[in-house]
């Protein structure tokens, strides 16, 4: 994770009620590794995806799931010693050796093992369309083994079906130490780092800001609902999203409740820090102020702060008051039909009589 120091959405420890003497004629300053940060935020540099899609739990959920990633063992993976996985044999051999070493640590810790423990969790690292590929899976390779290290076995598949490159990692449950791998979001963010320090030392452009950072609200579309969507159906959470929308669209505009205000005071404080560290940069070189320009830039361009049933009670709103400006509008009357002239229309040029042989 970056020093404090390093996160540019957040405000200096001078702005926080902890203000310190500075020596006269003392000026603050960036660091370059802030002032680096701070130019792949503002244009926008692709940002990584690392996620926990789901947990196998069982002996059928298990062989399902490495079936899946390595589609039937047509894939090749490859393990935590760079062991490759070349075909469906090899991969029921690992597949009865996570199980009989689940199930040994546990019992050892004095554990009982259920039905219900997940065997693997499984992690997803991907970049937008246009990451090459090669590199993408070398950096998850680095980043897999800085990350586990020799606490947990795991094995590396490349998905090649999407337009974007990413890379699935399964991590076997219970590490050698005995204790099951949980992951919070602070843990989440530090593999977000860390996978996007990787792939920025191998020449690709990558960072790994949290969505408030960007002033993004509403909270990433969940796998399910997307896979959903994808049949062309409505997902159930979506549909009673909208009928809460529109109960608040239907009422009088609301004061903001505790928790909006905590989310427009948070947006707030970023702005404020972005623009301390703009007014910084002032002060700097040419580079600087161009950087500068670039912050103040990329503030204008931030989203208002409202999460998705906001967004859709403020369209349903706009809507019904469009719909209700057109009924108020008065009707213009319409023009009286006059009667045709006899005479030719000044755009058409009578034709002479035609002479009778």
């Known amino acids: 994770m970056p020093r404090d120091d390093e996160e540019p959405w957040r405000l200096p420890e001078t702005r926080r009620g902890t203000d310190t003497l500075l020596a006269p004629g003392h000026r603050p300053s960036l660091s370059p590794e802030t002032k680096a940060r701070l130019a792949r935020i503002v244009r926008r540099a692709p940002e990584v995806m690392v996620k926990i899609t789901g947990r196998s739990r069982g002996i059928v959920h298990l062989k399902s799931h490495l079936d899946y990633l390595t589609r039937n063992g047509r894939l090749e993976a490859e393990t935590q010693d760079g062991q ?21 640590m546990e019992r050892d810790r004095g554990v009982r093992v259920g039905p219900e423990k ?3 969790v499984g992690i997803i690292l991907s970049m937008p369309a246009g990451a090459p590929p090669d590199r993408v899976q070398d950096a998850a390779r680095v980043w897999a083994r800085e990350t586990f290290g020799d606490r947990h076995d795991w094995l590396m598949v490349r998905h090649d079906d999407r337009d974007h490159p990413h890379v699935h990692v399964t991590v076997r449950a219970v590490g050698s130490d005995g204790r099951r791998l949980v992951a919070g979001p ?5 593999w977000r ?8 030392r191998l020449g690709v452009e990558a960072e790994a800001t949290p969505r408030h950072a960007r002033g993004l609200v509403a909270k990433a579309e969940r796998t399910v609902v997307r896979e959903v969507r994808l049949r062309g159906l409505e997902p159930r959470a979506v ?15 609301h004061e903001p409740q505790g928790w909006e205000r905590a989310i427009q005071a948070r947006q707030a404080s970023i702005r404020t820090a972005y623009l301390t560290h703009a007014e910084i940069l002032d002060a700097g070189n040419e580079d600087d102020r161009r950087l500068a320009a670039d ?7 931030m989203p208002v702060p409202l999460n998705r049933r906001q967004v859709l009670a403020a369209e349903l709103r706009r809507n019904r008051d469009t719909a209700a400006s057109a009924l108020l509008r008065p009707v213009e009357p319409e023009a ?3 009667e045709q002239s006899k ?11 035609q002479r009778r042989r």
């Open 84 to 104: 490759q996985v070349p075909n469906r044999a090899a991969l029921r051999e690992l597949h009865d050796d996570w199980l009989m070493a689940n199930a040994l």
């Open 239 to 253: 549909r009673e999203e909208r009928r809460k929308a529109a109960g608040d669209a239907a009422g009088p505009q």
């Open 336 to 338: 009286p039909i006059r």
């Open 186 to 190: 602070a843990d989440l963010q530090a």
């Open 118 to 120: 997940a065997q693997s």
């Open 343 to 353: 005479q030719p229309t000044a755009f058409l040029k009578p034709q002479p009589p």
């Open 295 to 301: 912050v103040r830039a990329f503030i204008a361009d």
């Open 193 to 200: 780092e860390r996978f996007a320090a990787e792939l920025r």
